[in-house]
């Protein structure tokens, strides 16, 4: 059961990616704390890297939520994850974890731009159960792809 004060928090994740270009929101007591307009993981993982402090206990709304998303969300310890759109793994994760998960649509899955294959990091950790094993097969993918 969520809070008022966690309720009102996970509506402001829901409105400021519903209107204008945010992809990534973390919201604090009364307004967003942080924002970003980066694409698929970025942001989560530079947070990871430069100011998890600001991921722990926070409430997060990410415009897709996947498998990979999920497990650094679980790894960061955040409180709770607004997604626009979420796959079903990902839900069931956050929620075996305790983390307070609200959605606007559920898919399957997760797909590449070309929208025929599985996002490539959610099929990376499709296996890993260890959100901190995740995490670091996440940073070591990404930073191969720079």
């Known amino acids: 059961m969520m809070d008022a004060v966690t309720y009102k928090a996970v509506n402001r994740a829901r409105i400021a990616l519903t209107h204008g270009e945010k992809t990534f929101v973390i919201v604090g007591?009364?307004?967003l704390?942080?924002?970003?307009?980066?694409?698929?993981?970025?942001?989560?993982?530079?947070?990871?890297?430069n100011d998890p402090s600001m991921l722990e206990g926070a409430i997060v709304g990410d415009r897709i939520m996947g498998r990979a998303a999920a497990m650094?969300?679980?790894?960061?310890?955040?409180?709770?994850?607004?997604?626009?759109?979420?796959?079903?793994?990902?839900?069931?994760?956050?929620?075996k974890h305790n983390i307070l998960t609200t959605w606007q649509?559920?898919?399957?899955?997760?797909?590449?731009?070309?929208?025929?294959?599985?996002?490539?990091?959610d099929v990376l950790?499709?296996?890993?159960?260890d959100p901190a094993a995740a995490a670091k097969m996440i940073k070591e993918s990404c930073s191969r792809e720079e």
């Open 29 to 31: 007591e009364n307004k």
């Open 105 to 121: 649509e559920t898919v399957a899955y997760i797909v590449e731009k070309d929208l025929k294959s599985k996002y490539k990091l």
């Open 33 to 49: 704390a942080y924002c970003s307009q980066k694409r698929g993981l970025t942001p989560l993982l530079e947070l990871l890297d």
């Open 125 to 129: 950790v499709k296996d890993e159960e």
């Open 72 to 95: 650094l969300c679980i790894y960061a310890k955040v409180k709770a994850v607004f997604a626009m759109s979420i796959s079903d793994e990902a839900m069931e994760l956050l929620e």
